[in-house]
């Protein structure tokens, strides 16, 4: 967690390509953090490429880097 954020993940186990979405070739990570004053915030992150298993990949770096505080 961030700064008292949470981290709210759907994961859909059938569907690899969730919080994912391709915005013209370029591959996009998207989910919601939850605030301490009960505020969320919706958060879009380019993954810079348009290769869907490096897609893949670098989205669970994300997830794993919010989940140690560290993104």
């Known amino acids: ?8 993940v759907r994961i859909d186990g059938n569907n690899p390509f969730h919080h994912l979405w391709n ?7 998207h989910y919601t953090v939850h605030r301490p004053d009960f505020t969320k915030a919706r958060v879009r992150v380019s993954l810079r490429t348009a290769d ?20």
């Open 23 to 29: 915005n013209n070739g370029t591959w996009w990570c």
């Open 52 to 71: 869907a298993l490096q897609a893949q990949m670098h989205r669970d770096r994300i997830f794993a880097g919010l989940e140690r505080g560290s993104a």
């Open 1 to 8: 967690m961030i700064n008292n954020t949470k981290l709210a």
